[in-house]
Antibody, heavy 120, light 107 residues
Framework: EVQLVESGGGLVQPGGSLRLSCAAS????????MNWVRQAPGRGPEWVSF????????YYADSVKGRFTISRDGANNSLYLQMSSLRAEDTAVYYC?????????????WGQGTLVTVSS | DIQMTQSPSTLSASVGDRVTITCRAS??????LAWYQQKPGKAPKLLIY???SLESGVPSRFSGSGSGTEFTLTISSLQPDDFATYYC?????????FGQGTKVEIK
């Protein structure tokens, strides 16, 4: 069974940093492209970042470029999102989402999400 | 970025009704469109990809059509489990973008 389990969310002050993790199981992690997608309260999903199966290319939404860094660890079947210079508008549930094999952009499995709250 | 506009924002319908949701892209995305269903407190669930391909395990009452800039999601006979919010998403060019959502409510 495919599972994606996010962790690392919490309350952080504006300007602070946080590292999110996503533990993947039930599939060959190294074969799949992965994403972070966030959803602010009461809003629709917003794509944040993409990493290919090999680690390159990597893409970011303009709203997080220069502040967030996506990475992956094949040995530990894990996806990460390092977030810095956090702003109030980064407050959201953050999901890791797997791309459908061979179909970059269509997310066939999602984790349960981890809540990031940026507030003083 | 490509903008995705859904209509209506809210839809009231009864069990058994045929329901259609429209999604319009600000420029051509060919057939690189997905539809997701989301229930409160849950992650989105993929229903349709490549505009009209049904994801494995999704009931056949869901169907998608369109290409270029105009797309539709149709539920042929609304079931109680289908009351949820639906999002379209383009993946023609990064950054991938979602529509604002259509909430299907009980009439």
């Amino acid at each position: 069974e495919v599972q994606l389990v996010e962790s690392g969310g919490g309350l952080v002050q504006p300007g602070g940093s946080l590292r999110l993790s996503c533990a993947a199981s039930g599939f060959t992690f190294s074969s799949y492209e992965m994403n972070w997608v966030r959803q602010a309260p009461g809003r629709g999903p917003e794509w944040v970042s993409f990493i290919s199966s090999s680690g390159s290319p990597i893409y970011y939404a303009d709203s997080v470029k220069g502040r967030f860094t996506i990475s992956r660890d094949g040995a530990n079947n894990s996806l990460y999102l390092q977030m810095s210079s956090l702003r109030a508008e980064d407050t959201a549930v953050y999901y890791c989402a797997r791309d459908k094999l061979g179909l970059r952009g269509a997310n066939d499995y999602w984790g349960q999400g981890t809540l990031v709250t940026v507030s003083s | 970025d490509i903008q995705m506009t859904q209509s209506p924002s809210t839809l009231s319908a009864s069990v058994g009704d045929r329901v259609t949701i429209t999604c319009r892209a600000s420029q051509s995305i060919r057939s690189w469109l997905a539809w997701y269903q989301q229930k409160p407190g849950k992650a989105p669930k993929l229903l349709i990809y490549e505009a009209s391909s049904l994801e494995s395990g999704v009931p056949s009452r869901f169907s998608g059509s369109g290409s270029g800039t105009e797309f539709t999601l149709t539920i042929s006979s609304l079931q109680p489990d289908d009351f949820a919010t639906y999002y379209c998403q383009q993946y023609n060019s990064y950054s991938w973008t979602f529509g604002q959502g259509t909430k299907v409510e009980i009439k």
